[in-house]
């Protein structure tokens, strides 16, 4: 495939983030690039209406946000704000499609070093081991479990950073909560030894069945948001209840204006 030029012709701005109108095969080509490109410290993050709303309350997060190489629309949210602002995003892009889409093209190049951050040592052993059968031609070289702490110290940071640079993975996959998972991208890009990371919060429980994805009947049609609040109410009702009407009306002013 051709990728569009890099630019702004490949964005939009929703709400003044520039989201991507990339598909999940041009967005993973992307990345694959990046890999055989040799670069460094590139991340994207996978966007929700949640995202948008909190990091309008967080300027940390914002930046980590404005910052990205890649912002997909995650979230049925996401294709209306679009439609309403006279956009062109029709299709979302979640974190589990790149997840997928990446691991497919690195296992049919046999080819891929991976590493796998955050989570419970047992989750992380499941990974690794359902890696190995679904994509064997990918090496998931390292895994790591942070301390379940709100904010890390500086000793957890290089520890963390360590742990990492010791295998030189092509890919990073960071799953902890947003947006500490994003905060953290961020500030570390730099000290990494990694083509690319990718913040992907959920896609962890979600590869390992831990958390169960939502029918493709409720993927498909945008209400794949419903089976995932009746699953984890107490985790999902403030985006569901509070962030979606706030998102709705930053859209709205942003029409008018």
């Given amino acids: 495939m051709v990728l569009p030029r890099h630019g702004d012709s490949h964005q939009e701005s929703i709400c003044s983030y520039p989201v991507t109108l990339w598909n999940t095969?041009?967005?993973t080509d992307m990345i694959m690039n990046w890999i055989d490109d040799g670069c460094s410290g590139k991340y994207f993050i996978a966007a929700n209406p949640h995202s948008i709303v909190e990091a309008e309350k967080d300027p940390e997060f914002k930046h980590a946000l404005?910052?990205?190489?890649l912002i997909?629309?995650?979230?049925i949210g996401m294709v209306v704000a679009s439609r309403l602002l006279g956009g062109r995003i029709r299709k979302r892009v979640t974190g589990s499609?790149?997840?997928?889409?990446?691991?497919r093209s690195l296992n049919e190049q046999g080819r891929g070093r991976v590493f796998f951050m955050g989570s419970r040592e047992s989750n992380l052993s499941a990974i690794k081991q359902k890696m190995a059968i679904d994509f064997p031609g990918i090496s998931a070289v390292g895994t790591y479990s942070p301390p379940f702490k709100?904010?890390?110290?500086?000793a957890d940071n290089?520890?963390?950073v360590d742990a990492v640079n010791r295998f030189r993975p092509d890919i990073l996959w960071v799953g902890m909560t947003a947006p500490k998972q994003e905060k953290w991208t961020y500030h570390h890009r730099d000290k990494l030894n990694a083509k690319v990371i990718g913040p992907v919060g959920a896609v962890f429980d979600f590869y390992i069945g831990r958390v169960k994805r939502s029918h493709p009947y409720f993927q498909q049609t945008g209400l794949e948001w419903l089976p995932r609040l009746l699953q984890q109410p107490k985790r999902l009702w403030r985006r569901t209840c509070i962030s979606a009407p706030r998102f709705l009306f930053m859209v709205l002013r942003s029409r008018v204006r």
């Fill in 72 to 75: 997909t629309p995650d979230g």
């Fill in 158 to 160: 290089a520890e963390m």
């Fill in 66 to 69: 404005l910052k990205a190489d």
């Fill in 25 to 27: 095969e041009q967005c």
């Fill in 97 to 103: 499609d790149i997840f997928r889409s990446v691991s």
């Fill in 150 to 154: 709100s904010r890390f110290s500086e």
